[in-house]
Nanobody, 118 residues
């Protein structure tokens, strides 16, 4: 049973920084992709950043230049360094992992709240 456990959310003032971490347990396989999504109240869940096992990264336009995703393939962990935070970054952030074999398996963490005050 794969589990993704997030940590690092909290309350921060605009302009501040937070670091989110996610650790995967229960899997001996390397995930093809790991990343972060977020969902603000009344909005759909959206991609924030992803990282493939080959090292490619992808960011939402709204966070480019402010957020950095990093991944440790050996430990099956992924982190998100968030700088210059804005009130519009307020959301529940979810860790995501995808493994592709004979099918596609997608896993989600329980979510961690990030609140940015103005």
């Amino acid at each position: 049973q794969v589990q993704l456990v997030e940590s690092g959310g909290g309350l921060v003032q605009a302009g501040g920084s937070l670091r989110l971490s996610c650790a995967a347990s229960g899997s001996i396989f390397l995930f093809n992709a790991m990343g972060w999504y977020r969902q603000a109240p009344g909005k759909q869940r959206e991609l924030v950043a992803t990282s493939t096992s080959g090292g490619s990264t992808n960011y939402a336009d709204s966070v480019k230049g402010r957020f950095t995703i990093s991944r440790d393939n050996g430990k099956n962990t992924v982190s998100l360094q968030m700088n210059s935070l804005k009130p519009e970054d307020t959301a529940v952030y979810y860790c995501n992992a995808v493994r592709q074999s004979y099918s596609t398996f997608t896993y989600w963490g329980q979510g961690t709240q990030v609140t940015v005050s103005s």
